[in-house]
């Protein structure tokens, strides 16, 4: 059996093996946010330094995870169209994991780290390429394999493989440390998602593929399509949906483990309870995705998670002195975790509702080009506010931080995304823009 794309309807169990790349993609965004957070602690303490190294995944997304995507929807290969990207990206990736680990010397595992990220985003195409394979009237069900495949990964990076960072292994007479292991482990599980991808599923080609010369397609076709007002708005559609899920980047990590000290593996637990019960909601977010108005549901769910980061930042702030009890950080991040992984599952598909088939690639490129400019900035903005903000508004010393801060620029573009997002609706009253059917 080969998983094939452009199905008017498919077995569930090809939306099983389609989606556990979201899998290895899990483990491998986790490892980047967080292990290798630690991994370049070892060699630097400057949080915005740390910042902008890890923000280069942010900028290939920007450029090379977009343009990937975009361009292909114009080409065709022995391959198909995505499916080389991605094989390029999972394989090479899992070979750079594996030497990453095994640098002594702080250039050099900014070099790895660079070239790990810039392989990695040639996977901008993998999500186009889900929904070229899964029909419409499927995917908000499927965003509940999605998210599945996606909490398993988080619990089995934070819990144990970041987790135990400074553990310390011997096998077969060979000693190595949990940070090998780390990165090992995500080599093995990118390389069995390159595998699927490359044995299980078949693209077919579409009918009067359009395949202009690559040098028309970059310098004209691109922006032609990116700027189309329909794009333009899913993108800022994107950007608000991207605020249900926003966190603290890779300043999470120094916040648990060193302002307020508790291990690596404990803040693995912590964060690993929080992915399990998410778990168990996840069928219900799909279901209402599936049955209920998708706009409704984002602007219920934009609401409900700008009130529970204030509620969270708030109480921790100003409420708990010092080290805060286990207990009531992992009761409000459970409720913080819950609330925007619920609401993500129910509303990611509506970005797809407004474009055909045929267009998906432009869509995932439009997508890349509005996480990745966000993302980066958020990065480097927390980056630069930790730093100045511990300071100049909490006077701490030089060399420690509150990573708190970041909290400040987090619900700040929560509240800026419930106003596009009203603006959004809007447009679509007015016949701005439009839902489509599948057509192809």
């Avoid at 094939?4 to 093996?17: D, E, F, G, L, N």
Wanted: aromatic share 16%; proline share 5%; net charge positive.
């Amino acid at each position: 059996m080969r998983i094939t794309t452009q199905q008017s309807r498919i077995p569930w169990s090809w939306a099983v093996i389609a989606l556990m790349p979201w899998f290895a993609i899990s483990v491998r965004d986790a490892i980047t946010n967080t292990g290798m957070a630690f991994t370049l602690r070892k060699f630097f303490d400057d949080p915005a330094l740390i910042g902008l190294v890890l923000s280069t995944n942010y900028a290939f997304s920007l450029t090379v995870g977009s343009l990937v995507a975009f361009i292909s929807d114009y080409i065709w290969t022995p391959l198909g169209r995505r499916r080389p990207f991605l094989i390029v990206s999972f394989l090479g990736a899992a070979i750079l994991s594996i030497f990453l680990p095994l640098s002594t010397v702080g250039w050099l595992t900014i070099v790895l780290i660079v070239l790990y990220q810039f392989v990695s985003d040639f996977a901008g195409s993998y999500e186009p390429f889900t929904m070229d394979i899964i029909p419409p009237d499927q995917r908000g069900r499927s965003g509940s394999i999605t998210h599945w495949y996606k909490s398993g990964a988080g619990a089995l990076a934070m819990a144990f493989l970041i987790g135990h960072f400074d553990a310390e292994y011997s096998l077969f007479g060979m000693s190595f440390s949990g940070e090998h292991a780390m990165y090992w482990i995500n080599a093995c599980i990118l390389g069995a998602a390159g595998f699927i991808i490359l044995f299980l599923i078949r693209e077919e080609k579409p009918e009067n593929i359009d395949r202009p010369p690559l040098g028309k397609l970059l310098t004209q076709r691109f922006i032609v399509e990116i700027t189309k007002p329909t794009i333009l708005r899913l993108m800022g559609l994107a950007l608000s949906i991207q605020t249900l899920w926003q966190g603290m980047y890779q300043f999470e990590p120094f916040l648990i483990t060193e302002q307020w000290g508790y291990e690596k593996t404990e803040y693995g637990y912590l964060l690993t309870a929080s992915m399990i019960f998410t778990v168990l909601l996840v069928p219900i977010a799909g279901y209402i995705s599936d049955r209920f108005d998708r706009m409704k549901l984002l602007r219920i769910g934009l609401y409900g998670v700008v009130i529970t980061k204030i509620f969270f930042y708030t109480y921790f702030e100003f409420f708990v002195s010092g080290r805060p009890p286990i207990t009531a950080v992992l009761g409000i991040g459970l409720l913080k975790s819950t609330v925007g992984s619920f609401m993500a599952v129910a509303c990611v598909p509506l970005i797809f509702d407004y474009v055909p088939r045929k267009r998906l690639g432009t869509l995932g490129c439009a997508m890349g080009l509005a996480f990745a400019t966000s993302s980066f900035i958020n990065t480097n903005v927390m980056g630069l506010w930790i730093k100045f903000s511990s300071q100049k508004l909490f006077n701490l010393p030089e060399g420690e931080y509150n990573y708190f801060a970041a909290y400040h620029w987090i619900i700040l573009t929560g509240i800026l995304g419930i106003f596009y997002i009203h603006y959004f609706a809007w447009s679509e009253r007015k016949g701005k823009i439009t839902r489509l059917s599948d057509e192809g």
